[in-house]
């Protein structure tokens, strides 16, 4: 069955490769981001039929409050959401890092979520729908220092909790765990790395399971290298 979903950090990376995969697959896709360029152009490839573009600064509430009203108004319900935007470290460990560093990954990284989660949560109580969240492997364990880490920790949490309040109301969430991949997140190609194809893989995996099956959590690692 066809599902309508919402992807933030849509024009890139992660995000973009779940569009293009939801898309093949037969769903409509309504695609955030703070690049309205990268969204149009990924619109065009998909077919505005498909995919509708939803310029949005996601730190800010009231923007995002706009953005999912504009996605309900154009496709008349929303089943499925994938918080994806985030941004990564600019230094090793706390000490070498910055403040205005801890402030865009907490904002972002966290407190978006939150925005995406809020406005959207009516919507998918309605559909009984999917929440999904993107997490990391480094909160899988400690890691020098990083703030990074810890809001992946905050957003492995998080999708616990939101899988009490939403799944009351007989929808699921999700937080996929993806290892390092290979997208823009990085200043330098990482060959050893994922690909963003392998997370959206399974992103349409979670979310293309009967309606009685809950993954709450999935877990993505590229294999070891071996010698």
Known sequence: MSKVILITGASTGIGESCARHAVEAGHKVALAARSEDKLEALVKDLGEENALALPTDVTDPDAQERMVARAVEHFGRL????????????ARGTEAGSVESFQKMIEVNCLAVTYTAKFTLPHLRASKGHMVLTGSKASQGAMFGSVYSATKWF??????????????????VTCLHPGMVDTPFFDEAKPDALRPDDVARAFLFAIDQPDHVLIPHLPVYPKPKTD
Do not use: F, T
Request: proline content about 0%; overall charge negative.
């Open 79 to 90: 089943d499925v959401v994938l918080a994806n935007a985030g941004v990564g470290a600019s």
């Open 155 to 172: 957003i492995r949490g998080y999708a616990d909790n939101l899988g009490e309040e939403l799944g009351a109301a007989g929808g699921r």
